[in-house]
């Protein structure tokens, strides 16, 4: 058994953690905030469990000293935020909000001051609502909305923040906020309205890209994050490879997990041809100009990745699922834990794009056991991120150009459709009483931190191939 205490990440390698507004600011309606769709569809009924809402979530909004402080201790060393759109623009377009402006002002000084780099994300889903009701992503105009915005934030917040963010994974807030209807603002729009929708999206990328490269007062570095399907060959054989490398290129005709679908428009300035032949008469309309606009140079291509589907090739080398033993593995969300998932996904990116990937989110919920002694137990996070850590590190090893590594999340938080049943966090968060505390997983992540990774454990179980 090889024991790798010797691994080290690059020099430069960024450390550090996520959140994105509406899970953590709670302060929903306060200092002239505006409303997201998100406001609106936690108060459906039957949308979120346990009727949950991102109302006061981690009360972020006020207490983000303190966590601000936490983060300090754990030694992060760039901390993933999200802008709230109706936070500072209530109607989505028009009058700004000050106030609402003033706590990035605050939040972004303090992390600053903290020596914590603030990494911006324009858009993590909470869509103003005003927007929504004209029309929303569907509309034409959609697109300059967000370009609009984006002026906003960056006249505001571009002379101390460098690293942008544009999109926050167009699959989930398309699929699944347009599509599947799960999510906010739980539309189901049909294929075709779904990717004129993505298509918005990508030229509102493209515009907030152009616009955050001509108007930053910093010298900015853009990307952005999407997230796609992870495939992993299930055995070390060629086929077995290649039909996994095919699984995240192609293009899923009633599933819109693609990673190419949405990357080769913004890095080749192209639809995938596979794509528009299997889409068809729902091919989106496309505008005469429109690649150049969605084509803008970025500096880093992100990467969220969570979990990976095992394969093998398929008698026609197309990836075939391949059934894992019951009892393997799982996060709390059921998500596979499959650690070469982030390996996969990450070489695969590499190759195609060329660019410099940072991984923009990995995490899990798992349990945690708050016990007498005031600690908080978790120990599957620990496994996972060491895991994931070591895999990634694998192609880091091999080639793959890859700057940081962002946690999610920094602290547990509102998940979504699933509301507080998931816990993310490094940081627990009792929402009774609003007392962080670190977790043993922060306590560890700051060991890593410190000795940029050197100290994570490969026991080389999932060095090579997923077991059968
Ligand atoms: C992210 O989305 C979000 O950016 C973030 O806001 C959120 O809190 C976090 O993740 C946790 O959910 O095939 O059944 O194994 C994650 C997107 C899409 C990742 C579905 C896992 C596969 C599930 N996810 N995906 S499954």
Redesign the pocket.
Known sequence: MSNNYSKSFPEDFTWGAAA?AY?IEGAWDEDGKGKSVWDAYCNEKGKIWDGDSGRVACDHYHRYSEDIEIMQAIGLQAYRLSVSWPRIMPEGKGAINTKGLEFYDRLIDELLEAGITPWVTLF??DYPLTLDLQGGWLAEDSPKWFANYTEVVVDSLSDRVAHWITL??P??FVGLGHFVGCHAPGHRMGLAKALQIGHNALLAHGMATSIIRTQSKLQASVGW?P?GNSYVPATSNEQDRAAAIRGMEKVFPDSL?NNTWWGDPVVFGRYPEEGIEIYGDAMPKIGPDDFDIIQQPIDFYGC?V??G?PCKAGDDGEPSEVKLPSGSPRTL????MLPESIYWVSTFLHERYQLPLVIT?N?L?CHDWVCLDGKVHDSQRIDFMNRYLTQLHRAIEEGADIRGYFQ??IMD?F??AEGYK?R?GLIHIDYETQARTMKDSAYWYKEIIQGNGTCIFNDSSSAEAVPL
């Not at 969300?333 to 596979?336: A, G, S, V």
């Open positions: 994105a899970q993590h889903w926050n994974e699959q989930c994050a997230v997990w969220n969570y979990t589907i969300f059921q998500w596979r989110e995490g919920s999610w999340s938080n998940e979504w998931h993310f």
